[in-house]
Each structure stands twice: as structure tokens, then as C-alpha cells.
């Protein structure tokens, strides 16, 4: 706001010529002077006029509005009548025409004073469970300008693609991956026959690095290996070193992938400029997924847990999730990279759904750059199992149909349905459907954007804000970290010492997820033998690619006798739901059974801030997941309000967090018990406040810094608004070369 008012602060109604010809043709280079109308802003004259945008005298009689579709309109009312007239020479001619209008000017000083007046208003906000809304790692973004494409277009997504085949598709690799799965300490997880919540199969295994030493000493040299075979086949360089013209060796592209000519990238860099600029970028990007642990970090997040697809926006784009299969619908990840990898691994676990398998196909039937038929029968060729399998299954042949456009009939819904079955989840089809659609409409870049983060959000005194844990207070805005009552300064030690007692002991170890039904059954399995077990707290979202109703619909079919019913929060509407055994349900308010006839399930976002009523000596079934504090651990478990008296808890965790446990602890899994849990959830929030402090302190500083401006703006008048820009406006980082160019 006060940067739209900036521009208009000296608007007087008239369209200047030379600063229109400044912007286009000189800008910064040359100063502003004074010059006659060229042949093209003769003619843009001529369509302004025209369309009634400014008359003879060059006055401003209107101005376009702000939209991006208003823009789209005003360049191509102009353009019709201006045909020969620039992008620049239009867009420039959009932005004088609003930021010298008058009448734009008076609203954007209302809006200012607005603002103003709402700063000096008194108030405060108070946040309940403060330390998990402002937690570190979002910030509140506000773009501006027109959005840009990414720097080295379309290979921002190859390279991605290429190390996702390496991993995913080829055999050999895959079978070391497996074979790495089964190790005790369990560097990585693997699930080699993984269906999608759809039940679509014929697609890749699901993947997961957990240990990045791991990482880095198995997997990346050969995956470096590969990928450099395949860039230097691609821009056909015969020397797998990299030699500049008088003969001098920097060490071979190997080397310059894994990170190890950090003092030769400089040189490397303007050698490999000079030679194409693909291919800079190739290996620039190689690098960066490589050695600057976009891969890993990618690889490492949880599908549906912590990223994945929206079913309800238009955006086709991987967005992060609040929890199991809770995508955060207004968020974005703000890194392109971190993005593209994302949305590349959920469509390959998610797989196209309906209409894009069509409108893929479509595009490839018209594709004249393709051979189709030729393409489409090597998709086939490799689901071939799945969609054999799928055929015997239904009873049906194999769908000779689907190997030529001539057979494949793409009005046919049926045929597209069963397209869509067999060939949703094959790796080369989402990489081709990505490719001409996903990435060239939705990845775009800003060049400048507003920040806000945690503190901009709670500004200076003017929020409060209590939670029931405070393990992260350090890395809080001050006026959120609470101050505790006295009597309740021991809460923490007491809570460390509930839980150490012998009858929270229990650690089950043995837990297997290869699918969640398998899980329910070891759920109800326990349930079954353990008379007081009345709730399952899945505070590490084990249970994923299911929905709350889906889950507590298959365990009351195999839930113990005991039971006549399941309690859940809601999918559609967050409500207190119950279902009988009928399958019938209706709010958990108008049930009247017994509370020792019914089992509670809590997925992880409802494992805070949620009080239900169970009985007195009820114990609780608790998931343990991936890199979890003991703030996590202590709201889940405290849903036992009675934890300190007669209730329990049984703590669950898979292969992949016994083998932390037992690490840190320097044990065997089978050994574990809940004194171990304790020190894995303190070491993790000891590292993590560590990680955090230093990025949490720069955001505090950035926010200190911006405040001050405008503080001494509104004190000091003769002070410029310009000077705001400085302070508030963050330059966008797109360049390749300057993001990847030095390895960290």
C-alpha cells in the first residue's frame, strides 16, 4: 500500500511521453530528458486517444484497473490498435496511466490513511496455542509486479525428473534402495509395491531418505555418476574432464556435481558460459539437487503429510499439508526447486487424475513433434504387469485399444476411465503431462515481494499469546513467549516425570506399515488384548492417504465387541463425530452411550488443543513420528487428562523412529522403553531450537529494521517514502548461476 501510494504521490493527470520513453528504452541507463514523440508512441497515442484513456492534450481521462485479467484486456484493446507497439511500450503506458491519475491517487491516500488510522487504534490479539501458530518456517507473502518465468525454463524440471528416474525406475538402483530399507538403523524407507489411496497401481515405489550421512556416502556419488553420463551424452562432450582452451584441467564434471571444486567454481562457471548456456545451467542444477540437498530435502519430506496435492484448487502445483492429509490451502512453498521436486513426487505417488489423462492424451494425439502411437505404446509397455493384473482381475483381455489413436477413442468416457487406470501413475506420462502443462503455466517468479513472518504478524506488544508447552519460547516473538504462573513452574518436570513411570513403560517397536488396513488390524489387534485400551492418539501420522471416516469405518468392523462405536473429528466440518456399528453417524452431543463402549481415534491435528471424555482408567495408544519434540509429544499424550492418576499410555513407532531412538540411546530396538523416548524427543527439540535460532534471529532483526523505517518516516516528514523501499521490498533470487553457483 504504501509503495502503490509512492508511485502516485506526484500525479498531476498528465501522461508524459518522455518518462514513457525513459522506462521503455533507457530506464536507469540515462537520465529522463526531454525528446519529441517517436513514429511507435505516436501511434500509442493514437489508441490511448482512441479508447479514451487520455485525450488530445495528453490528460489522463480514465485509468485500467489492477487485475491481472484487466491488464490482459487493456494490452489487447491497445495492441489491436497499436499492433507494432512492444510488450514494454504497452505495459509501461498501463502503469503511467494509473500511477499519474488523480483520481487513483485520492483512493490510495484513503486507503493510507486507513491504515494509519487502524496502526494508532488499541488493541491486542490473543493466540491460544501460540507456539504452534507462529511456529518458525512460514512467512506471509505479498508479490509484486507482473509474474516472470524461471530462469533456464523448461530444465529447472528436467533435472529433477532425470535423477527421479535414476532413483525410482531403474532396477538396479531400486533394488540397493530396498535392500538399504531393510538394514536395522534404517537409512531409508522404501515400499517397493506402493498403491495410491485410489488404489492405482503400475506406478513407482515409494521412497524416503531418513539419514543424510547415509545419503551422501551411498547414494549421491552414484547418482552423480549417472547423471553426468547422461549430461555429457546430451551436449556431446567427449572428455569427461572439464579443460579450457589452453589446456587447463579443473577436475572432471563429476567432481563438479559432487561439490568438490569449490575453488575453481568461478572458473568452471565462465568456461561453461562461454560453451552454452544450457548446458551451465544442466550442470548448475545438477549441483544444486546434488550438493545443495535439494534432493535429499525433497526426498526426506513425508507424502500427505507434509506435502502433496489439493483436491479442491485449480492450481495444479504440490502445496505443503498441515498434517495427515491436510493440505494448507492458501500456502505455497516459496522455493521453485523445492516445488517443482514436490510436485513431480506426488503426481508419481498421486498419480493424473481423469480429465488430465485425457487432456494428455489429447495433446499427444496433436502433438506434431511426437511420434504418438510410437509413445503410447511405450507407456503401455511399461505398465504392461499393472495393466495385465488389472485385466485378469476384471475378468477382461488385454486392451489391445489402448496401444494406437486409432483405436483409442478419446470421447469414449469408459475407455478413458480405463485409460486412466492403467496409465495414471506411469512415470514417463506424468513427466510428459508436467512438462506441456503443470510446469509451463505454474511455475512462475516475482521479482519483488513484501515479507512478513512471525513477528510482523505479532507485532510490538499488541499480541499475547499462552500454550501449554514452551519448549520453543527462544525462537517466539517476545510479546508471545508467556510468562508461566508460579504455580505452574514445575509443569514440565512433572510432565517428564508422568510419563518415565513403569506403567507408561511400554514401547512397541514392531510396528509395520506397509499398508494403513495393516496397521487398523494391529490397532484393533492391541485394542483386543489389552481390555483398557480406549484411544488411539496418532500424534506421527502413521496413518496416511485415508480419511478420518475411512479410517474409523474400517475399525469398527474389526475393532473388539466391546465397543459399539468409533469417535472422530470430522473430515467435511472439524464436528465430534461417532459411528455405530450400522455405520450410521451423528454428532458425539446427541450420543448418550456409555464412554467405555466407545474408542477414540485423534489423527495428529486434533492430537492438540482437544478434550474428550474417556474413562478413569483408560490407556492410550500414542504414535511417534518423524523428528518429534517433546512439546508434540507432551500435548498428545496430555489428551489423557487423567495421565497422572490411573490413566496410561503405550507408545508405537515404526522401523524408521525405533532405529533413531535406539541411535541416540546407544541401545538395540528391542530395549526401548519410554525413558529412551524421552531423550530422542529432547535431543530433537535441543536441534531444532539450535537450527532455528539463527534464522528466527535475522527474521527478528528484518523486522526491527522495518518497523524503525517507518517509524522515523511518520516522525520525520522530509524523510522520503522512497526510503521504504529499502527497508520493506525483498529482491527475489531467480538467477541459476547466482543461486547454485557456489556450493554452501
Not at 506420462?429 to 515481494?449: H, I, P
Not at 518436570?493 to 511400554?506: A, C, E, G, Q, Y
Request: glycine share 4%.
Amino acid at each position: 500500500m504504501f509503495l502503490e501510494y509512492l508511485k502516485s504521490k506526484d500525479a498531476d493527470d498528465f501522461f508524459d511521453w518522455d518518462e514513457h520513453h525513459h522506462r521503455s528504452y533507457t530506464y536507469t541507463i540515462n537520465p529522463k530528458t526531454s525528446r519529441g514523440l517517436t513514429d511507435s508512441q505516436q501511434n500509442l497515442k493514437q489508441a490511448l486517444q482512441s479508447l479514451g484513456y487520455i485525450d488530445n492534450n495528453n490528460k489522463i481521462l480514465k485509468y485500467p484497473s489492477e487485475s491481472f485479467e484487466e491488464f490482459i484486456e487493456f494490452r489487447r484493446q491497445v495492441y489491436n490498435k497499436f499492433s507494432q507497439g512492444t510488450w514494454y511500450d504497452i505495459r509501461n503506458a498501463y502503469d503511467i496511466l494509473r500511477d499519474q491519475s488523480t483520481q487513483l491517487k485520492s483512493q490510495r491516500q484513503q486507503k493510507l490513511d486507513l491504515l494509519y488510522s487502524i496502526d494508532e487504534f488499541k488493541f491486542f490479539d490473543i493466540l491460544d496455542e501460540s507456539d504452534e501458530i507462529l511456529r518458525h518456517g512460514k512467512e506471509l507473502n505479498y508479490t509484486l509486479g507482473l509474474s516472470k518465468t524461471l530462469d533456464g525454463g523448461q530444465i529447472r524440471w528436467e533435472i529433477p525428473f532425470l535423477l527421479f528416474k535414476i532413483i525410482l525406475t531403474e532396477n538396479k538402483f531400486s533394488e540397493s534402495l530396498k535392500k538399504f530399507s531393510q538394514e536395522d538403523d534404517c537409512p531409508l524407507v522404501f515400499q517397493e509395491n506402493f498403491i495410491s489411496v485410489s488404489g492405482i497401481g503400475g506406478g513407482s515405489p515409494l521412497v524416503r531418505f531418513v539419514k543424510y550421512d547415509f545419503f551422501l556416502q551411498n547414494i549421491k556419488p552414484d547418482l552423480c555418476q549417472k547423471l553426468c553420463e547422461i549430461l555429457l551424452a546430451r551436449f556431446r562432450l567427449k572428455q569427461t574432464n572439464i579443460i579450457d582452451d589452453d589446456g587447463e584441467n579443473y577436475g572432471s564434471y563429476e567432481d563438479f556435481v559432487e561439490g568438490k571444486c569449490l575453488f575453481k567454481e568461478d572458473r568452471i562457471i565462465k568456461l561453461l558460459k562461454t560453451k552454452s548456456r544450457d548446458m551451465l545451467n544442466s550442470f548448475l542444477l545438477a549441483k544444486a539437487w546434488l550438493s545443495h540437498k535439494l534432493l535429499y530435502h525433497v526426498m526426506s519430506y513425508r507424502y500427505r503429510v507434509e506435502y502433496g496435492l489439493s483436491e479442491k484448487r485449480g492450481k495444479e502445483i504440490a502445496i505443503p499439508f498441515r498434517g495427515k492429509d491436510l493440505p494448507s490451502e492458501n500456502s505455497e512453498f516459496s522455493h521453485p526447486d523445492i516445488m517443482i521436486g514436490f510436485t513431480i513426487l506426488s503426481y508419481l505417488y498421486r498419480g493424473l487424475d481423469s480429465k488430465q489423462v485425457k487432456n494428455g492424451l489429447i495433446k499427444l494425439k496433436n502433438d506434431p513433434k511426437q511420434d504418438k502411437d510410437s509413445l503410447l505404446q511405450k507407456w503401455v509397455q511399461e505398465n504392461k504387469n499393472w495393466i495385465e493384473e488389472r485385466s485378469q482381475k476384471e475378468k477382461e483381455g488385454f486392451p489391445e485399444w489402448l496401444k494406437s489413436f486409432k483405436t483409442l477413442d478419446l470421447e469414449n468416457e469408459d475407455r478413458i476411465k480405463k485409460a486412466h487406470f492403467y496409465l495414471s501413475r506411469n512415470f514417463s506420462f506424468v513427466q510428459y503431462y508436467l512438462s506441456n502443462f503443470t510446469f509451463t503455466n505454474g511455475t512462475k517468479y516475482y521479482e519483488k515481494k513484501l515479507t512478513g513472518n512471525a513477528h510482523t504478524l505479532a507485532g510490538e506488544g499488541k499480541t499475547k499469546g499462552f500454550s501449554g508447552t514452551d519448549d520453543c519460547n527462544d525462537t517466539m516473538p517476545e510479546p508471545i513467549a508467556p510468562n508461566r504462573l508460579p504455580s505452574q513452574e514445575g509443569t514440565n518436570s512433572k510432565m517428564l516425570h508422568i510419563l518415565s513411570r513403569d506403567v507408561n513403560k511400554t514401547y512397541q517397536s514392531k510396528i509395520e506399515i506397509s499398508s494403513t488396513m495393516e496397521l487398523l488390524d494391529q490397532v484393533c489387534e492391541y485394542a483386543k488384548q489389552n481390555k483398557d485400551c480406549y484411544v488411539l492418539i496418532d500424534a506421527g501420522a502413521i496413518i496416511t492417504e485415508i480419511s478420518n471416516f475411512d479410517v474409523c469405518k474400517y475399525l469398527i468392523k474389526k475393532i473388539d465387541k466391546r465397543f459399539d462405536g468409533i469417535v472422530y473429528f470430522s473430515d467435511k466440518n472439524n464436528k465430534i463425530i461417532i459411528i455405530l456399528r450400522n455405520e450410521e453417524y451423528f454428532p458425539l452431543s446427541t450420543c448418550h452411550i456409555d464412554n467405555k463402549k466407545l474408542f477414540v481415534y485423534l489423527d495428529k491435528v486434533h492430537t492438540r488443543g482437544t478434550d474428550l471424555k474417556l474413562p478413569l482408567t483408560a490407556r492410550g495408544m500414542v504414535t511417534l513420528g518423524k523428528n518429534m519434540n517433546k512439546d508434540k509429544l507432551m500435548q498428545a499424550v496430555m489428551r489423557l487428562r487423567e495421565l497422572d492418576f490411573k490413566q496410561s499410555i503405550v507408545l508405537w513407532g515404526t522401523k524408521e523412529i525405533s532405529a533413531e531412538i535406539a541411535n541416540i540411546n546407544g541401545m538395540t530396538i528391542d530395549n526401548i522403553t519410554n525413558k529412551h523416548v524421552l531423550i530422542w524427543v529432547t535431543y530433537n527439540t535441543i536441534q531444532k531450537n539450535e537450527n532455528d535460532l539463527y534464522l528466527v534471529t535475522k527474521e527478528k532483526l528484518k523486522y526491527v529494521i522495518k518497523r524503525r523505517a517507518l517509524e522515523y518516516q511518520k516522525k520525520i516528514k522530509e524523510i522520503p517514502m522512497d526510503s521504504l523501499i529499502i527497508a520493506y521490498v525483498s529482491e527475489g533470487l531467480d538467477s541459476i548461476e547466482k543461486s547454485y553457483g557456489i556450493t554452501p
